[in-house]
């Protein structure tokens, strides 16, 4: 698609996971054909930026060699799946089985998606899926559709099956011309009633605390601020020796799998201004989307003034979540309202309390630095 700064390109690691060969080609390929920048998404994919329609062959050609393209593109549209990076084989499995019946769904809404969750607690509640695949209480798989506070208990032979059904019915009743923005949480919520046989009785497990950045047992989870690096950082990531696998999250962290502590160049990675690899960082409470001038839609820098607040947050303990949007569409917006929202507009930004960019502000125009000492100073 065409953005303000050229074509974006999106990839999607198959099943969220991207080995160092792929991640070292896409870095070369944002670097040879895009502006050098590569960002994480909040669906676990990465964006190259700053390409040229006139590349656009060349580009698919070396993705699909790296094995991160389908040669069917319909199916590349619908590979909508998220997969947690703290997943068993059971759960890997299940992501692929899925991904290799995506052709077999019916046609669903462009950003229709699905996540496969199946660990002893729920890290993906709050990302954005459709159909979620997940444990109940009592350990047994279940399929739940998006907003529904029950889901159906699976056998691993029966999960696709029941994924599909949920589909149908989601097209049957009206799902995408609802008003509810064909989404399945919306869908829900404007009246449609699931039926007994998909609707079932299984409560999910517990919600698990969002990992923050540092060590693991097997790796390390690293983050990145707002969500956007360099080319060369992630070049010196892939050659990182002992590195085995990336896994993508919706958080724009990666966790990153070997002892690659251990290696020569870890110090190189993690002073890089952009890394984030240690726990309560304060860049982390920040959301902010691309802004201006790269994206068409925004009025406003939100990335420097996101680097201006890191100090002003540093100093405050608990931070506060702050969430800065170009304009008041809110792309980059966290899952839950943030405490404080600074939105983009022809004449400056807006200040929003608890709550989101398309909200009613209740400042106008405001200097967006001083009204955030000021608040944090109350």
């Excluded at 040229?52 to 070396?62: D, G, I, M």
């Excluded at 502590?261 to 990675?269: F, G, I, N, V």
């Excluded at 943030?338 to 909200?359: K, M, P, Y």
Aim: hydrophobic share 40%; proline share 7%; glycine share 8%.
């Amino acid at each position: 698609m065409e953005a303000a700064d050229g074509w974006l390109v999106r990839v999607r690691p198959k099943s969220g996971r991207i080995d160092p060969t792929q991640l070292e080609g896409l870095a070369t390929i944002a670097q040879t054909y895009g502006n050098g920048l590569m960002h994480l998404s909040s669906r676990g994919n990465f964006q190259l930026r700053g390409l040229s329609q006139a590349h656009h062959r060349q580009v698919l050609a070396k993705l699909k060699a790296l094995n991160l393209l389908d040669p069917n593109p319909h199916l590349e549209a619908r590979r909508n799946i998220l997969l947690s990076p703290f997943e068993d084989r059971i759960g890997a499995a299940l992501a692929e089985e899925l991904n290799a019946h995506l052709i077999h769904l019916p046609a669903l809404p462009p950003k229709f998606g699905f996540s496969v969750d199946t660990g002893t607690y729920r890290y993906l509640a709050a990302a954005s899926a459709d159909v979620r695949v997940e444990r109940s209480h009592s350990g047994a798989l279940m399929v739940r559709a998006d907003g529904a506070p029950t889901g159906l208990i699976v056998s691993p032979k029966t999960v696709v099956e029941a994924i599909h059904d949920l589909c149908l019915w989601f097209l049957e009743s009206g799902g995408r011309s609802s008003a509810g923005g064909k989404r399945m949480r919306q869908h829900l919520a404007s009246g449609a009633t699931l039926p007994s046989r998909l609707a079932g009785k299984a409560e999910p497990s517990p919600l698990g605390s969002l990992p923050d950045a540092g060590p693991i047992t097997d790796g390390w989870i690293i983050g990145v601020s707002w969500g956007q690096t360099s080319a060369t950082v992630m070049h010196t990531l892939a050659r990182l020796d002992g590195l085995k696998h990336i896994y993508m999250t919706p958080w724009r962290k990666m966790v990153i799998k070997g002892p690659v502590h251990r290696a020569k160049t870890w110090t190189a990675l993690i002073t890089n201004p952009d890394i984030i690899h240690q726990p309560h960082d304060p860049r982390t409470q920040i959301a902010a989307c691309i802004g201006a001038p790269y994206c068409a839609e925004g009025f406003q820098d939100t990335r420097n003034l996101a680097l201006q607040l890191v100090p002003l947050l540093k100093a405050k303990s608990p931070t506060p979540t702050v969430h800065i949007s170009g304009c008041n569409k809110g792309c980059a917006a966290p899952a839950s309202p943030s405490t404080i929202t600074l939105v983009g507009t022809e004449h400056g930004f807006d200040w929003i309390e608890n709550g989101r960019a398309h909200d009613l502000p209740l400042r106008t125009q405001i200097d967006p630095l001083e009204a955030t000492l000021a608040y944090l100073d109350k």
